[in-house]
Structure formats: structure tokens, C-alpha cells
Nanobody, 125 residues
């Protein structure tokens, strides 16, 4: 399984970016796909996740109402639309895939088996 994350960049506060994560070697049908982020000197933190079996999406409180996660099944791609970006959103964003992720643990990085290489998002004030 290979995950290719893209779409990061430099944007001013209040701006928008859309991240993409394309998968090869996996169909996602029973998976949970998530976005995590890691800022310098901080632990990796959960951003959003989608459970492909149900289509349910879950967000961290810090991004709820600003970020939207979606999927394109035929393209085996998930997206993270990020609006109203803030300087504190600056981080490397990673997509991850896990099979059999239980609902109570989907915010835990250790539940995910495969990780993309990360894409840098920088929000200037």
C-alpha cells in the first residue's frame, strides 16, 4: 500500500487549501482513512477520519466547522478541504489508513497501519 499526499503549501491566515491522499494497492472499502498533523516540537495529532464502510466522518474539535474530509471511491482518493486557516494549523499533514480501526480509537495514530509521506502546510499571520 502506498499513500501519496499532496496539496500543501503556504497560505495566509483565513485562506484555504485542499489536501489529497491517493492510494495504490488498496481499495479502502473496509478501512478508516485519517489525516493527522505534526507541528515542530509537538506530538502528532488527529485531524479527521472517514470510515469507508459507513461514510461517517469525524473531526478534531480544533478543526470542526473549518475542515471537511471527503472521498472519491473510484479514484481511491480522500481530500481534506481546509478553510479559514489559522497560523496554529501550520504542520506537516499525513494521511493514514487502517483496517479494523475501532470507533473509540480512531483518533489514535497507533491504530493506522500505513502512512503517507506528509505534506507541509504553512499558514502565515
Amino acid at each position: 500500500v502506498q499513500l501519496q499526499a499532496s496539496g500543501g503549501g503556504l497560505v495566509q491566515a483565513g485562506g484555504s487549501l485542499r489536501l489529497s491522499c491517493a492510494a495504490s494497492g488498496r481499495t479502502f472499502s473496509r478501512d478508516t482513512v485519517a489525516w493527522f498533523r505534526q507541528a515542530p516540537g509537538k506530538e502528532r495529532e488527529f485531524v479527521a477520519a472517514i470510515r469507508f464502510s459507513s461514510g461517517s466522518v469525524y473531526y478534531a474539535d480544533s478543526v470542526k466547522g473549518r475542515f471537511t474530509m471527503s472521498r472519491d471511491n473510484p479514484k481511491r482518493t480522500v481530500y481534506l478541504q481546509m478553510n479559514s486557516l489559522k497560523p496554529e494549523d501550520t504542520a506537516v499533514y499525513y494521511c493514514a489508513v487502517g483496517g479494523g480501526v475501532i470507533l473509540s480509537s480512531l483518533r489514535t495514530a497507533g491504530q493506522y497501519n500505513y502512512w503517507g509521506q506528509g505534506t507541509q502546510v504553512t499558514v502565515s499571520s
